[in-house]
């Protein structure tokens, strides 16, 4: 079991910048992929980037490509998610989740993933 907690959400103005980490416990990382995916109210949830565990291999949506930044800390057993940039249409709750087995085509589908946190509300409003 993985046990995944999120931290760092909060209020931000258009433009500004907020970094969000997820911290894992219980079982190894190792081998695993991690990925970042948000949900807005009345919306799907969407992939946002993800991170393989073992080399670093990052996935990011068009849609934060070049504004967001995701990494892992392996000593810390922590993922960071750095948004840049931020843009009303950010707002959401950002879940965090860490899968095994995930092939690198299937990583953008939040079906893989067996460990999911509680989730961190990001609100974007001047």
């Known amino acids: 079991q993985v046990h995944l907690v999120e931290s760092g959400g909060g209020l931000v103005q258009p433009g500004g910048s907020l970094r969000i980490s997820c911290t894992g416990s219980?079982?190894?990382?190792?081998?695993?992929?991690m990925g970042w995916f948000r949900q807005a109210p009345g919306g799907d949830r969407q992939f946002i980037a993800s991170?393989?565990?073992?080399?670093?291999?990052?996935l990011y949506a068009d849609s934060v490509k070049g504004r967001f930044t995701i990494s892992r800390d392996t000593a810390k057993n922590t993922m960071h998610l750095q948004m840049n940039s931020l843009k009303p249409e950010d707002t959401a709750v950002y879940y965090c989740?860490?899968?095994?087995?995930?092939?690198?085509?299937?990583?953008?589908?939040?079906?893989?993933?067996?460990?999911w946190g509680q989730g961190t509300q990001v609100t974007v409003s001047p």
């Open positions: 989740a860490a899968g095994f087995g995930i092939s690198r085509s299937s990583v953008s589908s939040g079906r893989q993933y067996n460990y």
């Open positions: 219980g079982r190894t990382l190792r081998n695993s992929a």
């Open positions: 991170i393989r565990w073992n080399g670093g291999d990052t």
